[in-house]
T-cell receptor, first 115, second 118 residues
Framework: DAGVIQSPRHEVTEMGQEVTLRCKPI?????LFWYRQTMMRGLELLIYFNNNVPIDDSGMPEDRFSAKMPNASFSTLKIQPSEPRDSAVYFCASSWSGRGFHEQYFGPGTRLTVT | AQTVTQSQPEMSVQEAETVTLSCTYDTSENNYYLFWYKQPPSRQMILVIR??????QNATENRFSVNFQKAAKSFSLKISDSQLGDTAMYFC???????????????FGQGTRLTINP
């Protein structure tokens, strides 16, 4: 398996532009998580989906952020308009959800820089 | 809400030495999972070791072991015979396995930057 795939790996954009981050979870996994990593706040969960349905988006910073999961093999995280404080590494992770423990597998992350 | 605290922002040891990273957490749950993740310069998050709270025996994975003290809510990671490749950020994480609507989210500590010197 190729693991969790994220694109792009790096994104540099100007303030005010729309940014779309993409994630392909591991085939067969039915839970998907978006995390953001910054020096100030560490790793924080933004939103997670189960069976393509958003379960908890309480970590989404504000209305400029939105996430979708139109099918089991694809998710997007969109920032519109972007601001310099959105600069961070964004991770996508996936797992199988069911009884007991199931490891979350992380993608390589997208480093976003907003100038 | 659960919180995870790592009180050591940075640590540095010589190759082949043993190093212990500290982690404390706060929860009212009785059953949960605890993890240590490694993040090398490549940014990839790698699961190092996990511990189920209902198990009294400390988990071990080769050179990595934990000291789980449930009453004290402490979960430290010991790396024996440290290697240059162990240089990374290490994150302690908590998971409540209560399968609310079928997903299990992780709560991370702030991380400890570990450097292994030759």
């Amino acid at each position: 398996d190729a693991g969790v795939i994220q694109s792009p790996r790096h994104e540099v954009t100007e303030m005010g532009q729309e940014v779309t981050l993409r994630c392909k979870p591991i085939s067969g996994h039915n839970s998907l998580f978006w995390y953001r990593q910054t020096m100030m706040r560490g790793l924080e969960l933004l939103i997670y989906f189960n069976n393509n349905v958003p379960i908890d988006d309480s970590g989404m910073p504000e209305d400029r952020f939105s996430a979708k999961m139109p099918n089991a093999s694809f998710s997007t995280l969109k920032i519109q308009p972007s601001e310099p404080r959105d600069s961070a590494v964004y991770f996508c992770a996936s797992s199988w959800s069911g009884r007991g423990f199931h490891e979350q597998y992380f993608g390589p992350g997208t480093r976003l820089t907003v100038t | 809400a659960q919180t995870v605290t790592q009180s050591q922002p940075e640590m540095s040891v010589q190759e082949a030495e043993t190093v212990t990273l500290s982690c404390t957490y706060d929860t009212s749950e009785n059953n949960y999972y605890l993890f240590w993740y490694k993040q090398p310069p490549s940014r990839q998050m790698i699961l190092v070791i996990r511990q189920e709270a209902y198990k009294q025996q400390n988990a071990t994975e080769n050179r990595f072991s934990v000291n789980f003290q449930k009453a004290a809510k402490s979960f430290s990671l010991k790396i024996s015979d440290s290697q240059l490749g162990d240089t990374a950020m290490y994150f302690c994480a908590f998971m409540n396995p209560q399968n609310i609507q079928g997903a299990q989210k992780l709560v991370f500590g702030q991380g400890t930057r570990l450097t292994i010197n030759p």
